[in-house]
């Protein structure tokens, strides 16, 4: 079994940042894939960014160069550092785990995901 909590959500001014966490426990061989999705107010959870056990990283086009996820050395907090947000990033965040690595190359798919996260709310103001 693999627990997830993100914090850092809140409200933020266009352009500004935000830093996501998400604190992880459970077995580690079910976390070898970490991702971030949103989901908007009106739309469909949609990924945003993934990590492997390496480090290696992947993100959707809407968030590259902005975003940037990552991991600390003991793999037991996830983070999503946010930059330039704009009104359109606004959306409950959450965090998921899956036990297939991310290179299997569906990590955007929500099918790829065993553990998720209750979400936390991020709020970008025009």
């Known amino acids: 079994e693999v627990r997830l909590v993100e914090s850092g959500g809140g409200l933020a001014q266009s352009g500004g940042s935000l830093r996501l966490s998400c604190a992880a426990s459970g077995y580690i061989y079910n976390r070898r894939c970490m991702g971030w999705f949103r989901q908007g107010p009106g739309k469909e959870r949609e990924w945003v960014a993934a990590i492997d056990f390496v480090g290696l990283t992947t993100y959707a086009d809407s968030v590259k160069g902005r975003f940037t996820i990552s991991q600390d050395s003991t793999k037991d907090t996830l983070y999503l550092q946010m930059s330039d947000l704009k009104p359109e990033d606004t959306a409950i965040y959450s965090c998921?785990?899956?036990?297939?690595?991310?290179?299997?190359?569906?990590?955007?798919?929500?099918?790829?995901?065993?553990?998720w996260g209750q979400g936390t709310q991020v709020t970008v103001s025009s």
């Open positions: 998921a785990a899956g036990s297939r690595p991310c290179t299997n190359g569906d990590s955007y798919e929500q099918d790829h995901y065993t553990y």
